[in-house]
């Protein structure tokens, strides 16, 4: 899931600047909402982050976790370069609409190494497959009563 983004605004934004920031459509609202001096209604959470500062070159790059999630389904967790991609009982797919997703156990990869996710590292690495899930079950511990279980059992 690496998709570039192109901003452009002239006299704000740098041309030509590239930046390997992880971004999502959850952090328009906020990004814009600072970069218009708005603000959001009081009590009002957001999902997302404001990289205006990245954008406009004011902060470098940050790390953040972020979690995959599609059809209210915990699918992969990310941190730092390390993403883990959970369990999954594939599909099957339906001509001219969904391709079919083959099953596969519990992946790790190192994305600085291997963008592409070809390299599975969990059994080489079984430490940082408890660390990330560590860090999922925290995740999902403050995100609630969200369901997670699309896909793992």
Known sequence: MRVPGIVSWKGRIKAGQTTGQLGTTMDLLPTLVTLTNSQLPAGHSLDGMDISGVLLGKTPPFDRDFAYIYSSGLEAYRSGNWKLKLPYKGTVG????????????????????????????????????????????????????????????
Do not use: Y
Not at 105 to 133: R, S
């Open 94 to 153: 339906v001509p001219n609409k969904l391709k079919e997703v083959a099953p596969h156990p519990i992946l790790l990869f190192d994305l600085q190494t291997d963008p592409g996710e070809k390299v599975n590292l969990a059994g080489q690495l079984p430490e940082k497959v408890k660390e990330m899930e560590a860090k999922i079950a925290a995740f999902k511990q403050e995100s609630g009563a969200l369901t997670f279980d699309r896909g793992t059992k």
